[in-house]
């Protein structure tokens, strides 16, 4: 009898031990729960670990990679892509002059819906000898107007603004031009510089008009201004969240435009330095004045600029007019081609 009691007593110890071990095991009975009282708040390390799968496959492998100094040194530079040039692969024609001056250029003869047709034409004709790069049309305003003494006329910024947004809408450009005056090329970039907000937009510098006497004397600028200007325009940029980059015209027809102009550097970060041929005359003479600017390889980016006849009696002008294909014929072959 007392050898059966026993036998009972120790299956029921082994069954207790063995439900207490099963219901521990199981959902009902939570183990581990954090108490209230902690002092501290628990915050694991890796946060991630807080959701890895519960039933993970034998086969399921978890990579984790970590970046190389050079990965690492890469994801913090700036995008290069949006620094590429559009001319990697474009050519810019512009239409050059100012707004309601009937005598200043072929843009003040005309509205910007007049002007959208004999563009489009023009932009065709050279996009016809260009091979298989594109054309981008252009508005190429004279924003600051040098008056005799130096004084600078602007341009209204309501009418600035209606050509920007006329020409974002059709993917066109617009450069907005200084002639400078009596002031210094520090005062005329700030006046210009807001303008870059819109996406559209580029600059420019006339150094010709770097006078107090317009049509009279001939201004320029130096070569470590050109510099400044650059400098100025690159901060500009980057401190204001401005995306990819912007080009700046400078022009010329003679020597005395940019004085030492050896010391030019065209390696700003966002800033693209346009060297812009000026001046009018027939082929043989505005080849010669591309040549001396073509001279000037610290500038490698070249521009031309052609003259139509004029609504002014005596003003000069190309005779005859050089065809897109003289002017893409030129070397170095410009970029960007101006016609006034």
């Not at 005395?256 to 027939?282: T, W």
């Not at 500038?299 to 294909?325: E, N, R």
Request: glycine share 6%.
């Amino acid at each position: 009898m007392k050898q059966s009691l026993v036998k009972f007593a120790f299956r029921a110890i082994f069954f207790l031990f063995f439900v207490s071990v099963a219901f521990s095991e199981s959902g009902d009975i939570k183990q581990n729960v954090p108490v209230s009282s902690l002092p501290y708040k628990w915050s694991p390390v890796f946060p991630s670990a807080l959701w890895v799968k519960e039933s993970q496959s034998e086969n399921e492998i978890m990579v984790y990679t970590v970046k190389t100094k050079e990965e690492m040194e890469a994801s913090l530079k700036f995008d290069e892509s949006k620094l590429q040039s559009v001319l990697l692969n474009n050519d810019i024609f512009a239409l050059y002059g100012k707004p309601g001056a009937y005598t200043m250029g072929i843009l003040g003869r005309y509205s910007p819906e007049q002007i959208e047709p004999i563009m489009n034409e023009f932009a065709a004709n050279y996009d016809e000898v260009n091979n298989e790069r594109g054309i981008i049309p252009a508005f190429y305003l004279i924003y600051g107007t040098c008056w005799p003494g130096g004084d600078i006329g602007l341009l209204r910024s309501s009418t600035v603004k209606k050509y920007i947004e006329f020409a974002a809408e059709r993917g066109w450009y617009v450069f907005i031009d200084h002639q400078i005056g009596k002031y210094t090329v520090e005062q005329a970039m700030n006046a210009i510089l807001p303008f870059l907000k819109y996406p559209n937009v580029h600059l420019a510098l006339d150094p010709e008009w770097r006078t107090t006497q317009p049509m009279k004397v001939i201004g320029s600028v130096t070569g470590d201004e050109i510099n400044k200007a650059q400098e100025i325009m690159d901060k500009y940029i980057k401190e204001n969240n401005i995306t990819g980059r912007r080009m700046l015209v400078i022009h010329q027809f003679n020597s005395i435009m940019i004085k030492q102009r050896a010391n030019v550097r065209s390696d700003y970060e966002r800033v693209q330095l346009i060297h812009c041929a000026d001046g009018f005359g027939p082929p043989r003479l505005k080849r010669d004045s591309y040549a001396y600017n073509a001279l000037a390889k610290n500038i490698p980016l070249k521009s031309f600029k052609l003259f139509s006849k004029p609504t002014v009696a005596g003003a000069g002008y190309d005779q005859p007019m050089m065809s897109p294909k003289e002017v893409f014929g030129l070397n170095p072959r410009p970029y960007l081609i101006m016609y006034q």
